[in-house]
């Protein structure tokens, strides 16, 4: 019998995946990049999919694509509803990502404690015999190919409270780099200056009220699972290694994007390691101060737009509310619980 071919995590052919699965993408856009290569797109056709408007206040990336779409499903008070769905779609050869509920996920650090979804893993294959479901997850062992085993019994069942599918919604797109930024320069340099300048008042907001619990979970939400990625897939869009030749003026936007993605990781990687500090409210300021190079990398690439051709961005006053509303929705759906838990 020849083997099913199954969508994978590979290092060798994923997006700028040198140390960790989370090296540029979050755990949502590691499971879409397997699927768009389980579609047989190729690294640079997957990073344009993975692309939209580079726009820090508006996109949100978790669906905002230029080439594909997910599809989400969600049913937070019984994930059992949405678990004939799962079977029968990864049954019939279709991935299926997951955003489990970690209150019901076995061995987790918030299991029986929070209802937490700030992690994504992807269904591959189903064995009704065992009833035993094969997922794909970032945290899971490199050796054994990031797989996970989840034997289905009551408890877990509660957690497909949110899930979904990816389809492919334009042709790969492999032009010339040239040709596909210059098409994209004016809107992209005109939302990011503007989303730029929001995104350091958030943080100028934060610095002064300072984090809490929750807050500052959903800060790491928003720079690791918005930011970085975003600023990541934009340099990834232009070429996908160092080696492709580029004018300089892009050669310097696509370095400045993927510094700003350095930054931001840094800033994220530290407010997870702020959550689990003796006292993490005293930790957080100090962590607070990996912002100030996150927000000169975005001078930079918001200068190297500009010396593109681009434009500055506008002063805009509602997109620090538009913003802020994004930052308070991530709270209330990844982190349902009260600053004081």
Same mark, same amino acid.
């Given at each position: 019998?020849?083997?099913?071919?199954? $969508?994978?995590?590979?290092?060798?052919?994923?997006?700028?995946?040198?140390?960790? /699965?989370?090296?540029?993408?979050?755990? +949502?856009?590691?499971?879409?990049?397997?699927?768009?290569?389980?579609?047989?797109?190729? $690294?640079?056709?997957?990073?344009?999919?993975?692309?939209?408007?580079?726009?820090?206040?508006?996109?949100?990336?978790?669906?905002?694509?230029?080439?594909?779409?997910?599809?989400?499903? !969600?049913?937070?008070?019984?994930? !059992?509803?949405?678990?004939?769905?799962?079977?029968?779609?990864?049954?019939?050869?279709?991935?299926?990502?997951?955003?489990?509920?970690?209150?019901?996920?076995?061995?987790?650090?918030?299991?029986?404690?929070?209802?937490?979804?700030?992690? /994504?893993?992807?269904?591959?294959?189903?064995? %009704?015999?065992?009833?035993?479901?094969?997922?794909?997850?970032?945290?899971?062992? $490199?050796?054994?190919?990031?797989?996970?085993?989840?034997?289905?019994?009551?408890?877990?069942?509660?957690?497909?409270?949110? +899930?979904?599918?990816?389809?492919?919604?334009? %042709?790969?797109? %492999?032009?010339?780099?040239?040709?596909?930024?210059?098409?994209?320069?004016?809107?992209?340099?005109?939302?990011?200056?503007?989303?730029?300048?929001?995104?350091?008042?958030?943080?100028?907001?934060?610095?002064?009220?300072?984090?809490?619990?929750?807050?500052?979970?959903a800060l790491?939400v928003l720079?690791?699972?918005?930011?970085?990625?975003?600023?990541?897939?934009?340099?990834?869009?232009?070429?996908?290694?160092?080696?492709?030749?580029?004018?300089? +003026?892009?050669? %310097? +936007?696509?370095?400045? /994007?993927?510094?700003a993605r350095?930054?931001?990781?840094?800033?994220?990687?530290?407010?997870?390691?702020?959550?689990?500090?003796?006292?993490?409210?005293?930790?957080?300021?100090?962590?607070?101060?990996?912002?100030?190079?996150?927000?000169?990398?975005?001078?930079?690439?918001?200068?190297?737009?500009?010396?593109?051709?681009?434009? $500055?961005?506008?002063?805009?006053?509602? /997109?620090?509310?538009?913003?802020?509303?994004?930052?308070?929705?991530?709270?209330?759906?990844?982190?349902?619980?009260?600053?004081?838990?």
């Amino acid at each position: 019998m020849i083997a099913a071919v199954l $969508p994978r995590f590979d290092q060798r052919g994923a997006l700028g995946w040198h140390d960790r /699965a989370l090296d540029g993408l979050n755990c +949502v856009l590691r499971c879409v990049e397997a699927v768009l290569r389980f579609r047989g797109l190729g $690294p640079l056709a997957v990073a344009r999919a993975l692309n939209g408007a580079l726009d820090p206040v508006g996109r949100d990336l978790a669906k905002d694509f230029d080439g594909c779409r997910v599809h989400y499903r !969600t049913s937070f008070d019984d994930g !059992t509803r949405n678990l004939p769905f799962v079977l029968e779609r990864v049954t019939a050869g279709e991935p299926v990502m997951v955003l489990p509920d970690r209150f019901y996920l076995p061995g987790d650090v918030y299991e029986g404690c929070h209802h937490f979804h700030d992690h /994504a893993v992807l269904a591959i294959d189903w064995s %009704e015999p065992e009833s035993v479901l094969t997922v794909l997850d970032t945290d899971a062992n $490199p050796a054994n190919g990031f797989r996970s085993r989840w034997r289905l019994d009551d408890t877990i069942c509660k957690l497909f409270t949110w +899930v979904g599918t990816v389809e492919l919604t334009d %042709e790969p797109d %492999e032009r010339p780099a040239a040709e596909y930024f210059a098409e994209r320069l004016q809107r992209d340099s005109s939302l990011f200056g503007t989303g730029a300048t929001a995104l350091g008042a958030l943080l100028d907001e934060l610095t002064e009220t300072g984090l809490g619990l929750v807050s500052a979970r959903a800060l790491h939400v928003l720079v690791l699972g918005d930011i970085q990625p975003q600023m990541f897939i934009y340099g990834h869009a232009l070429a996908v290694d160092d080696d492709t030749p580029l004018p300089p +003026v892009l050669a %310097e +936007v696509r370095a400045a /994007a993927l510094e700003a993605r350095v930054r931001a990781k840094r800033l994220g990687i530290g407010l997870i390691a702020g959550h689990e500090a003796d006292d993490p409210q005293a930790a957080y300021p100090r962590v607070l101060q990996l912002a100030r190079p996150l927000r000169a990398s975005l001078e930079r690439l918001r200068t190297a737009l500009v010396a593109a051709g681009g434009f $500055p961005g506008e002063d805009d006053p509602t /997109a620090l509310d538009r913003l802020k509303g994004r930052f308070d929705h991530i709270a209330r759906t990844c982190f349902p619980l009260e600053e004081s838990a």
